[in-house]
């Protein structure tokens, strides 16, 4: 089994076997055809230490399939599109309409953050992910991380 995949935007998936997530360009069109979203900006922590850059974001109440991770151009980007799916208290109703919520979040990494090699991992709400790195400055294309 390879360790490195190419999807069809030629972006690096790794490490071992690809977990499907959101299609990004179906999350464009989600969110184009919803008429209520809410747009969050969850916050973050962004920890550099020699070896390792950890940055943890809190996104509570999401699955980890509903991640979409990037790097691209040292710009680490996170995007999440749930549909909340409430009973609401009185069932009599003629119409109700779920709420969407969109998280985004968008954090500069370090120059000599090396993005080929990421691990993501999502935990009681808190996604957490480490980056090595290099003494080589990147500036990564595209990478698309898998959630574990």
């Known amino acids: 089994m390879k360790n490195t995949t190419q999807n069809k ?10 977990i499907p997530t959101l299609d990004f360009k179906n ?3 989600r969110i184009k055809s919803s ?7 969850p916050d973050a922590n962004l920890i550099v230490t020699d070896n390792t850059i950890i940055v943890e974001i809190s996104i509570p109440g999401v ?3 509903d991640f979409h991770i990037e790097v691209n151009e040292n710009i680490l980007s996170v995007f999440v599109f749930k549909t909340e799916q409430r009973e609401p208290e009185n069932k009599q109703f003629k119409l109700h309409e779920f709420e969407c919520i969109r998280y985004e979040r ?18 009681q709400g808190i ?9 080589i400055n990147s500036n990564n294309k595209c990478n698309k991380i898998a959630v574990y």
């Open 9 to 18: 935007y030629e972006c690096k998936i790794y490490p071992g076997e690809f």
């Open 27 to 29: 999350l464009k069109h």
């Open 35 to 41: 008429k209520s979203i809410r747009l969050k900006r």
């Open 63 to 65: 699955n980890k399939e």
């Open 106 to 123: 968008h954090l500069p990494l370090p120059k000599n953050a090396d993005p080929s090699f990421v691990s993501a991992n999502y935990n």
């Open 127 to 135: 996604l957490k992910l480490l980056i090595s790195k290099s003494n």
